[in-house]
């Protein structure tokens, strides 16, 4: 005589597993949103206390407030006289926050917080695509909590947005070696992000121009020639990106836009590759522009210019 035995509970196991999903995603978004919140309380905590902060860029981000001139050229005064020493998208985000809430330090520096907040969170993202939850968090946290990220996203220098945009482009490149279809897409996303990052502080954002390329040419999914071409494809969207307000800039006439702060010669292009370029290395900021221009002296609206440089720095 044999006994039948009844299955004891065959459907608990695919019920439990579906359950214990979804409660690990709920922990991990609660840790992810804590991660969030504990990043903004440190970051606006106490911020006023920071006042106008840098005050040569307080002074461009309250003439773009009340000038759309001042606003798009970066200018240092709101009559236009010359512009800061940087190219201008940071100040467009502090001038365009001045214009809808009023300049003050609230306006000026709560979007530079939350620049902080949104990097550590697209930080995490980027991490947890690839590695655990605890790896994307200790990531986010890390980033949080250097000291010098800290200054960096309560202060008013252009540094917050250019390392949001970076931290971005690298999500956008993380996304193209993943991706097969739409890789090409995602490199052209991440080429523009680092051309708006040229536009934030210059030169500085091409730093990472080798680790992106290497790592897609490496890693990426498709054939190697479409991964050359999709590499190209990321180059022409930065030249884009960065190039439409330089090409602006240098083809308005002098008279029709303020003196390119920074400069020698009244050049955007020179303050880039002088002044802002390789006069950094070498330590020749103010001669360097005038040799590879080659310009004779300058006038008196160029001294003027370059007195009142000296007098903000």
């Known amino acids: ?3 039948l035995t009844e299955p004891r509970n065959l459907a608990a196991p695919s019920r439990a ?18 991660l969030l919140l504990l990043t903004a309380i440190a970051y606006l905590w106490g911020l006023s206390k920071n006042g106008y902060a840098n005050e040569y860029y307080a002074a461009a981000v309250q ?20 512009t800061v020493d940087k190219t201008p998208a940071s100040l467009w985000v502090m001038g365009l926050s001045g214009r809808i809430f009023g300049f003050g330090t609230w306006s000026m520096l709560v979007p530079q917080a939350l620049m902080g907040v949104a990097g550590v969170g697209v930080l995490y993202v980027s991490v947890r695509r690839w590695f655990s939850a605890n790896a994307a968090l200790f990531a986010g946290a890390v980033l949080a909590l250097t000291p010098v990220a800290v200054l960096m996203f309560r202060f ?8 949001l945009l970076l931290i971005a482009g690298a999500w956008a490149v993380t996304r193209a070696i993943d991706s097969v279809k739409y890789a090409g897409r995602w490199m052209a ?6 051309g ?12 990472v121009l080798p680790a992106f390329g290497l790592a897609y040419l490496i890693a990426g999914k498709p054939a190697l020639g479409k ?13 884009v990106g960065a190039g439409w307000w330089v090409a602006i800039v240098e083809l308005l006439p002098a008279s029709a836009r303020p ?15 002088g002044y802002n370029g390789l006069g950094r290395l070498t330590g020749d900021e103010g001669r360097l522009g005038r040799r590879w221009r080659r310009q004779p002296r300058l006038g008196w609206r160029d001294r003027v210019a370059a007195s009142v440089r000296r007098r903000v720095r």
């Open 1 to 3: 005589m044999s006994t």
């Open 196 to 207: 708006f990052g040229f536009l934030t502080k210059m030169l500085q954002a091409f730093l």
């Open 17 to 34: 597993r579906p359950r214990a999903l979804s409660l690990a995603i709920g922990r991990e978004r609660a840790v992810f949103g804590g």
């Open 63 to 82: 003439a773009g407030s009340t000038s759309w001139k001042a606003w798009f050229f970066g200018s240092f005064d709101s009559s236009s006289f010359i």
């Open 156 to 163: 008013n220098n252009p540094d917050a947005l250019l390392i």
């Open 259 to 273: 003196y390119i702060g920074g400069s020698s010669t009244n050049s955007i292009l020179e303050l880039t590759l």
């Open 227 to 239: 991964r050359i071409a999709h590499s190209a494809v990321a180059l022409g969207a930065m030249i």
């Open 189 to 194: 996303l991440a080429g523009m992000l680092v």
